[in-house]
């Protein structure tokens, strides 16, 4: 009976207390509850933009040169180290001289006697006249002397022109670059014979320019018409020359960049990759372009207009469209999807989907869904409060 009395008290109290707590319960849930999450917001940014069509394009020199010799002899020095730059006549191979210059010594000889005999004949002729005159020589001997000093000049004209001969064959003999530009290695050594015939010459080295560069591309038909059609209305930029301006950059290095213009159009379109192959000219005063190499060209299809950008970080995918996440003025998240154009330097265009002065989510987005509130921060970040290129 005791213990009755006791156990009745203590199960009121317990009551009592649960009854308590499951009152306290919702006001304790409602403190809980976390706040709204940070995002970073910017508002697009506004530039002027001219779209471009990216393509794959090659390097090629202006100029090549294949040095070969143009006589035949012992190959006695190289004066030149692979790859550096040449300037035009400058000395990049020489053969043994001596024979050359014998040669001459004696060519010279031969026209010294030439003209020796020519000035003797020549005395003769005017005697032969003299005496012609006066009868004392039948005119079969004058003709004669006549005929030898018309032999003798002839004489002395070919020994005139085997000196000339001779003495380019020695010049010959020092091999100098044809054009400014970069040298390949020496494909022959030192103390080789090389051969200078035609037809059998050897190859000694090659030479490019470098600076212009052409740059090869191949733009296919739907975008050969809407350059073209822009440029008949005078709608796309051009230089003072009315060449159309390109840029080129390199895949590994995304912060070099030229800019060029396109040098000829090829006159006809490929009919298997149905392509018009173009070719720019770009300068590239420090040699970094290298003949070879692949890089990218960037041609203009549009007018220049005002655009609007977004960074690539606050754009999402869903499916097979593209979205932002934006703040409403009641700070919640609202989904707007977005036609985009063009990637520059970390932005996208976007062409349909915003008008401007939005609060567009660029840090955050993958905390938050549509509908959610959030806490908005104003993007701090100089680079993203500004157009590219601005």
Do not use: W
């Not at 010279?108 to 009868?135: F, G, H, V, Y």
């Not at 022959?188 to 037809?199: A, E, F, K, L, P």
């Not at 149905?274 to 960037?298: C, H, K, M, Y």
């Amino acid at each position: 009976m005791s213990s009755l009395r006791f156990a009745a008290p203590t199960l009121v109290l317990v009551g009592l207390a649960l009854l308590a707590t499951g009152c306290k319960r919702p006001q304790s849930a409602a403190m809980q509850q976390p706040p709204p999450p940070t995002v970073t917001v910017a508002p697009p940014t506004e530039r002027e933009f001219t779209d471009e069509v990216e393509l794959s394009a090659r390097i090629e020199p202006v100029e090549t040169v294949e040095i070969r010799p143009r006589v035949s002899g012992y190959l006695s020095e190289v004066r030149f180290k692979a790859g550096q730059r040449v300037e035009k006549g400058d000395l990049l191979f020489a053969i043994d001289p001596r024979p050359f210059q014998a040669v001459l010594q004696r060519a010279e000889a031969d026209l010294a006697q030439a003209r020796a005999r020519a000035e003797s004949a020549q005395r003769d002729e005017r005697r032969a006249t003299t005496l012609e005159e006066q009868k004392a020589i039948s005119k079969e001997e004058a003709d004669q002397r006549r005929s030898r000093l018309s032999e003798s000049r002839a004489a002395v004209a070919a020994a005139e022109a085997s000196v000339t001969t001779a003495r380019l064959n020695f010049e010959y003999t020092e091999v100098r670059s044809p054009i400014r530009g970069r040298i390949s290695r020496a494909f022959v050594t030192q103390g080789n014979n090389i051969s200078g015939v035609d037809g059998f010459t050897t190859l000694l080295a090659t030479v490019v320019t470098d600076d212009p560069v052409h740059v090869y591309a191949d733009l296919d038909e739907a975008t050969l018409h809407r350059v073209q059609a822009l440029r008949a209305a005078g709608k796309v930029g051009t230089d003072p020359a009315g060449r159309l301006p390109v840029r080129l950059t390199l895949p590994g290095a995304p912060g070099l960049e030229r800019t060029g213009f396109v040098e000829s159009f090829n006159n006809r379109i490929d009919a298997d990759t149905g392509s018009l192959l173009i070719r720019a000219e770009v300068a590239n005063a420090d040699g970094t372009l290298i003949p070879g190499q692949f890089v990218r060209l960037r041609v203009p299809v549009s007018s220049k207009s005002r655009v609007l950008m977004v960074p690539e970080v606050a754009i999402g995918t869903d499916l097979a469209q593209r979205f932002v996440l934006t703040v409403s003025s009641s700070n919640t998240v609202d989904y707007q999807t977005v036609t985009l154009g063009a990637a520059v330097d970390g932005y996208r265009v976007v062409r349909e989907g915003l008008h401007g002065g939005e609060r567009v989510i660029v840090n955050g987005i993958a905390r938050v869904r549509p509908g959610m509130p959030v806490e908005p921060v104003r993007s701090t970040n100089a680079a993203a409060a500004r157009p590219p290129g601005a």
